[in-house]
C-alpha cells in the first residue's frame, strides 16, 4: 500500500555541515469517495465529521443516535441529510457504506459489531475495545461478512508519521534502544463521567495512555515484558499510571495521567541519535532529528506541519483517506497498523 502513496510536498533536513534531503510525506490515494454514518454523535464525532468535509471528497450522509431529538440537532450543525433514532436504523441505511464508532469505549465492540452484521466497512474510535478478545471477535465478524474494519488510531495515518516511518527505515538513528511518550491532562473528578466511570470503561490507559503506548508500539512492537505502577480514583479506574515496556535490546516508558498536564511529546533515540515529535505528539506537529557523531559533530534539523496548521483535528481526515484506500485495493486490514498488533496493545 504504501508503495502506492504520491509525494505531497517536499522538506529538506538541514544539518550543521550540509543539506540532506528529507523524506516525503506521501498522501494516501487510491480509494474513491465514500459515503459514512456517524453512530454516536460528540466531540469526537463533531471534529471526525468537520475534518472529513472540510480536508476529503467523503461525504458523511447520516447520523445515528439513542436520542432522535440530539441525532437530529448533529445532523442540523454539521449539514448532515439524514438522522435516526436508534444505531440499528443507521447501519440498515442503504446508502451508507462505512461506519465510523463514536461511542464511549465501553459500546465499541456492540456498535462495531452491529455494523459489520449489517455489512458495512467499520472505523472504530481507539481503543477499538476493552479487551484483546473483544478486538478479536470485531475483527473475525470483519472477515467473516468481508468488510473492512479499523481502528481509529488517526496518528499512524498523518503526514508526520510517515516521515518518521521513513527515517526509522533508512536506520538514522542506528540501533533504536529508548522510546518515550505521554499524555495526561488534569480532568475534575466527576463519578459519573465516562472518564471516571467504570460501566463506560474509563480511565487514563483507556483514554490517553493508548497514544503513547500504540506510538511505542509503531516504533519498537510489542514488547516483551512489562510492568506498570499508579493510582486508582475512588471509582476505581487508574487516574494515573506509569508503563515500562522491556524489549530484548530496548527500553520504553509510557506515562498518563487524567490528574495533571503532562508534555504530550515523544522521544525515539538510538545509538546515531535521536528524534523529538514537539506537543502534542499525536496530532499534526513536528519534529526535530539530532544526529551526534564523534568524526562529525552534531547535526540539526526540523519538520513542522503546515498543512493542518491550527486545525489539526482536521488531520482526522488523513486516516479516512486511508481507509478509503485500503478498501479499494480489497486490503483485509491496515498495513501499517495490522490487527495483531491492534490486539496487542489493547
Keep these: 500500500a504504501l508503495a502506492s502513496l504520491a509525494i505531497m510536498c517536499h522538506t529538506r533536513y538541514v544539518t550543521g555541515v550540509a543539506e540532506i534531503p528529507m523524506p516525503t510525506p ?9 459515503r459514512w454514518g456517524i453512530l454516536a454523535p460528540g466531540t469526537i ?7 472529513v468535509h472540510t480536508r476529503t471528497a467523503h461525504r458523511i450522509v447520516a447520523v445515528g443516535s439513542r436520542s432522535l431529538e440530539r ?5 442540523h ?3 448532515i441529510d439524514r438522522a435516526y433514532g436508534s444505531y440499528g436504523q443507521l447501519v440498515e441505511d442503504p446508502e451508507v457504506e462505512a461506519i465510523y464508532v463514536a461511542a464511549p469505549h465501553s459500546a465499541h465492540t456492540e456498535l462495531a459489531l452491529l455494523a459489520i452484521s449489517a455489512g458495512k466497512h467499520v472505523l472504530v474510535e481507539k481503543p477499538i475495545a476493552t479487551s484483546a478478545g473483544d478486538a478479536s471477535r470485531i475483527f473475525d465478524a470483519a472477515a467473516r461478512a468481508g468488510v473492512f474494519a479499523m481502528e481509529a488510531m ?3 495515518y498523518l503526514p508526520q508519521s510517515d516521515i518518521i516511518r521513513q527515517l526509522l527505515g533508512d536506520h538514522i538513528l542506528g540501533e533504536i534502544s529508548t522510546v518515550a511518550a505521554d499524555f495526561g491532562f488534569a480532568a475534575p473528578f466527576m463519578p459519573q463521567h465516562r472518564l471516571f466511570d467504570p460501566a463506560q470503561a ?3 490507559l483507556f483514554d490517553a495512555g493508548v497514544y503513547p503506548i500504540s506510538f511505542i508500539s509503531s516504533v519498537l512492537g510489542p514488547p516483551a515484558e512489562l510492568s506498570a505502577v499508579g493510582s486508582i480514583a475512588a471509582t476505581g479506574v487508574d487516574d494515573s499510571a506509569l508503563v515500562s515496556l522491556k524489549y530484548p535490546l530496548a527500553v520504553a516508558s509510557a506515562t498518563t495521567s487524567l490528574r495533571s498536564w503532562l508534555p504530550v511529546t515523544a522521544t ?6 535521536l528524534i523529538e515529535i514537539d506537543r502534542e505528539f499525536f496530532r499534526p506537529s513536528g519534529f526535530k532529528v539530532t ?4 568524526s562529525t559533530g552534531v547535526s540539526v534539523g526540523e519538520w513542522k506541519d503546515v498543512e493542518f496548521g491550527a486545525s489539526r483535528t482536521d488531520g482526522l481526515s488523513c486516516q479516512v483517506d486511508a481507509f478509503a484506500q485500503f478498501v479499494a485495493q480489497g486490503a483485509t486490514e491496515s498495513p501499517i497498523h495490522p490487527h495483531s498488533e491492534v490486539i496487542a496493545i489493547v
Excluded: K, Y
Excluded at 525515539?268 to 541519535?273: E, T, V
Design 154 to 156: 488517526w496518528t499512524r
Design 268 to 273: 525515539i533515540a538510538g545509538d546515531n541519535g
Design 77 to 79: 450543525e454539521h449539514g
Design 291 to 294: 544526529l551526534i557523531s564523534m
Design 71 to 75: 441525532g437530529q440537532s448533529f445532523a
Design 202 to 204: 474509563g480511565g487514563a
Design 45 to 51: 464525532a463533531g471534529s471526525f465529521v468537520s475534518a
Design 26 to 34: 506521501r498522501r494516501w490515494i487510491g480509494g474513491r469517495p465514500m
